[in-house]
């Protein structure tokens, strides 16, 4: 059982279990023993705000709540999402410089009218990263005339989305950035820094739990995907699982981007690790797809084949 109210609230273990439970089997991410002080801290001051004196209480308030705001609150206060502008350069300059003109490339030389680049920025807080993207596309999309961009940019936490899509930063955040590249694509306001709308119009920031199937199935025909330090709050299993999604979210030769600490090792075979000059990057290989299709035609062309030749045996038979 959960533990009563007291004066002072004090996270007991059942129910920082029970929390902890909660939280993971709704979103897939997993607060270890460690982290009670974290939940107990975060949690307190929303039961402040709504006049809950014991955790027993406000964990059923979450649970029971058929509307899964207050769920959405707890998400808004328990998740970290600390980051910036340009973050990992290496890894971004393999992006820019590699990545992407292969991509371009090959899609120019498809010769189908496809000049589209599709992004998917998974978890991505406050903003800074699919920004970042944009600004790179755009950068790029300048000597390439005809060129679209889409970027799907998605968090668990609406307040982050909120000011994602608000687009104002403290000028920490853009500690890494090229002076040049602030003063093209962001709007002074004072001590804060506003991003352009030419960046604005082509990301697109929706509300996804990357634990739910329904919510990440339909994303899909991605050119790149971006999941940066984001996975490490999950557990193997649900990693298995949402890379599983990513690799079906991207089309065949499409790249997947993670954490440059971070490794499938353990988790998939499904993508070849492909080592560029700059970082690291996960591909999805054409070659296997292909493969794959080829090796079904000949099962169907052997199935045909043999009732093509039982056909043809009982003709004869039916002749004797």
């Known amino acids: 059982m959960l533990s009563e109210a007291t004066t002072q609230p004090k996270l007991q273990h059942d129910e920082f279990i029970a929390i902890r439970d909660y939280i993971y089997e709704k979103a897939g991410i997993w607060f270890a023993e460690n982290k ?40 808004n206060v ?17 992006f820019s410089d590699e990545v992407l003109p292969l991509v371009m490339k090959q899609k120019a030389e498809a010769g189908n009218g496809n000049k589209k680049i599709k992004i ?30 889409e970027i799907l940019a998605n968090d668990i936490s609406q307040n982050v989305l909120y000011a994602a899509r608000k687009g104002v930063y403290q000028e920490v955040t853009l500690r890494t950035t090229d002076p040049k ?12 820094f506003r991003i352009k709308d030419e960046v604005k119009r082509i990301v697109k920031f929706n509300h996804v739990n990357l634990n739910d199937t329904r919510q990440v199935s339909p994303i899909t025909d991605c050119d790149m995907i971006f999941c940066r330090n984001v996975m490490i709050y999950f557990s193997d299993e649900i990693k298995k699982s949402l890379v599983k999604h990513f690799y079906k979210s991207l089309r065949p030769g499409g790249y997947l981007f993670i ?14 690790l492909e080592y560029l000059k700059n970082a690291l990057v996960y591909k999805k290989e054409a070659a296997a797809t292909e493969m794959a299709a ?10 045909t084949n043999t009732m093509d030749t039982l056909a043809k045996i009982r003709q004869l038979l039916e002749k004797k």
């Not at 328990?78 to 393999?94: G, H, M, W």
């Not at 590249?181 to 804060?192: C, N, P």
């Not at 080829?294 to 199935?303: E, F, G, I, Q, Y």
Request: charged letters at 30%; aromatic letters at 14%.
């Open 36 to 75: 009670k002080y974290l939940i107990e801290s975060r949690i307190s001051k929303r039961m402040g705000e709504l006049g809950i004196a014991s955790y027993k209480d406000y964990f059923y308030r979450v649970k029971y709540d058929s509307t899964q705001k207050e769920f959405e609150a707890l998400m």
């Open 78 to 94: 328990v998740t970290t999402n600390e980051t910036s502008f340009f973050r990992n350069p290496p890894q971004l300059k393999a």
């Open 120 to 149: 998917w920025s998974a978890g991505c807080s406050t903003g800074e990263e699919p920004y970042t993207i944009g600004i790179i596309l755009l950068e790029a999309m300048k000597s390439h005339p005809g060129w679209r961009a």
């Open 181 to 192: 590249i602030i003063d093209r694509y962001f709007t002074r306001e004072g001590k804060f």
């Open 259 to 272: 954490g440059h600490s971070e490794s499938l090792h353990g988790i998939s075979k499904s993508f070849k």
């Open 294 to 303: 080829r090796t079904k035609n000949k099962v169907a062309d052997s199935h």
